[in-house]
């Protein structure tokens, strides 16, 4: 990708995750990035298709930033594998503070653009087949996921902290330890 695509893929994805998605019109992405409206249209077609370009590079992202905190343990069992990766969820969100963005463009676009529900959909598919490919059964995989999903919920609204604390309590409670 080259850099004036990044570049409004960068702002775009800042913007839409500060004020959502249909608060944000072309004219401020184009502002912010500091290109013309013909250089965002020739790079991505339109807003819809840099919607599901910004969702695909957020979930590459996401999926490197658990895979490095994974890496920087030594080898664990599911229960310290849940663990990590919900601890560099609750880091991740620490930095993201405003939800799952993915969710957000599901909540905006349902019933408008099949394509971006298809995203959403997809992204978290691919999260569940993330957890399996760390050895997870799939009712594993569900259950880690009903927490990493619920905790992002529940820091829209509570101390991250108090989350991060009840998170791994809920894993220990569902690795029996």
């Known amino acids: 990708?080259?850099?004036?695509s990044q570049n409004i893929l960068d702002n775009a994805e800042t913007l839409f995750y500060q004020h959502g998605f249909h608060a944000v019109g072309i004219k401020?992405?184009?502002?912010?990035?500091?290109?013309?409206?013909?250089?965002?249209?020739?790079?991505?077609?339109?807003k819809e298709n840099l919607i599901i370009q910004i969702l695909d590079q957020r979930e590459?992202?996401?999926?490197?930033?658990?895979?490095?905190?994974?890496?920087?343990?030594?080898?664990?069992?599911k229960?310290?594998?849940?663990?990590?990766i919900a601890l560099a969820n609750t880091n991740w969100l620490k930095k993201n503070s405003q939800g799952c963005l993915f969710l957000r463009a599901k909540e905006e676009y349902d019933q408008v653009n099949p394509d971006i529900i298809n995203r959403v959909d997809l992204h978290k598919r691919?999260?569940?087949?993330?957890?399996?490919?760390?050895?997870?059964?799939?009712q594993e995989a569900i259950r880690l996921a009903i927490q990493i999903e619920g905790a992002t919920a529940?820091?829209?609204?509570?101390?991250?902290?108090?989350?991060?604390?009840?998170?791994v309590e809920t894993l220990n409670l569902l690795f029996n330890k």
């Not at 990708?1 to 004036?4: A, F, Q, T, V």
């Open 126 to 138: 691919n999260m569940l087949s993330f957890y399996k490919q760390l050895g997870f059964s799939e």
């Open 28 to 46: 401020k992405i184009v502002s912010q990035a500091k290109v013309s409206i013909m250089t965002l249209y020739n790079h991505f077609g339109s």
């Open 79 to 84: 229960y310290e594998t849940a663990c990590t």
């Open 60 to 77: 590459i992202r996401y999926i490197e930033y658990l895979k490095n905190a994974l890496n920087d343990e030594r080898q664990q069992s």
């Open 154 to 167: 529940l820091v829209e609204t509570t101390e991250i902290e108090t989350v991060e604390k009840e998170l």
């Open 1 to 4: 990708m080259d850099s004036k």
